[in-house]
């Protein structure tokens, strides 16, 4: 049972535009989620966190808003660059001392 | 270097043979983890150093797998007797201290060892 989803396995988005991905979770103990960014034939980066204490957090392009009732996050990209074309998993953790992530999704920004 | 780094990058093996994968962590980071990631799929928790210690191995999918780590450094996991279904990219990641500690302590990936399992 999959407990981090992420149901868009691709999204392609004009260059300048604004990219939306979106991450679902089923466990209420998560309250420490993450976005991680993975280019071909590189282990995933960090890219940016929040906790469950609050509902945004911003650094420069790239936000992410939490929606604890709707057990919901997303991360948007403003303004979308080539670079930015990659796979980005979302992540959760609880008590336990490991991340669970989503099955990931495909960012193609197109020029 | 100043990044995790895993040895083989690849590594093709046939069915019921034996192999080790390794992970040589930044320095000083004393937590350890290793994921797996198959085809098409997210990555898929294995286990979980703390120092030399494991004290989360519920990810380990048999007893044909496990992982050891010696000197909080170094880090091996070893697969016995490999089946099909353990092709996927192994991907250790090492990070100051536990997630459950500072924001800023996220997870640092290597680039991972992709095994072939013919």
């Known amino acids: 049972d999959q407990q981090v989803k992420q149901n868009s396995p691709s999204l392609s988005v004009q260059e300048g535009r604004i990219s939306i991905l979106n991450c679902d979770y089923t466990n209420s103990m998560f309250d420490y989620f993450l976005w991680y960014k993975k280019y071909p034939a590189e282990g995933p980066t960090f890219l940016i966190s929040i906790s469950s204490i609050k509902d945004k957090n911003e650094d420069g392009r790239f936000t992410v808003f939490l929606n604890k009732s709707a057990k919901h996050l997303s991360l948007h990209i403003v303004p979308s660059q080539p670079g930015d074309s990659a796979v980005y998993f979302c992540?959760?953790?609880?008590?336990?001392?490991?991340?669970?992530f989503g099955s990931g999704t495909q960012l193609t920004v197109l020029p | 270097g100043a990044g995790v780094s895993q040895s083989p990058s690849n590594k093709v093996t046939e069915k019921g043979k034996d192999v080790e994968l390794r992970c040589d962590p930044i320095?000083?980071?004393?937590?350890l983890y290793w994921y797996r990631q198959r085809l098409g799929q997210g990555l898929e928790f294995l286990i979980y150093?703390?120092?030399?210690?494991?004290?989360?191995k519920s990810g380990l999918p048999s007893d044909r797998f496990s992982a050891e780590r010696t000197g909080e450094s170094v880090s091996t996991l070893t697969i016995q007797r490999t089946q099909q279904e353990d092709s996927a990219v192994y991907l250790c990641?090492?990070?100051?201290?536990?997630?459950?500690?500072?924001?800023?302590?996220?997870?640092?990936f290597g680039n991972g060892t992709r095994l072939t399992v013919t």
């Open positions: 992540a959760a953790a609880g008590s336990a001392r490991q991340l669970t």
């Open positions: 150093f703390q120092g030399n210690s494991a004290p989360d």
């Open positions: 990641a090492s990070s100051l201290e536990s997630i459950r500690g500072l924001d800023n302590s996220p997870l640092h």
């Open positions: 320095s000083g980071h004393t937590a």
